[in-house]
């Protein structure tokens, strides 16, 4: 049994609910309408802005070894100075 509401001056405030609509997201879908964009396109004789220069450009020479060999050896070198101040 629910006790009975006494009338108040004061507005009580009420719980906020939170609503989120549920949103789905597929890549392979996504890629499939993005080439099927890009080929009406092409049919249609439309050219997007800056394709020569994408397809120009550079690809990255440096595998991702190098960059991991990199961190090793500076991780390496701050360990020795850390050393070395401690030390004195």
Known sequence: MKAPKLPSFFKTPKHKQFKMPVRY????KERIQKARDKAGKKQSGDVEKGH???SWKKRSTMGSGTSSLRVAIIIVILCLIAYWILKF
Not at 25 to 28: P, Q
Request: hydrophobic residues 15%; aromatic residues 28%.
């Open 25 to 28: 997201y597929d890549k392979r």
């Open 52 to 54: 020569f220069s994408s």
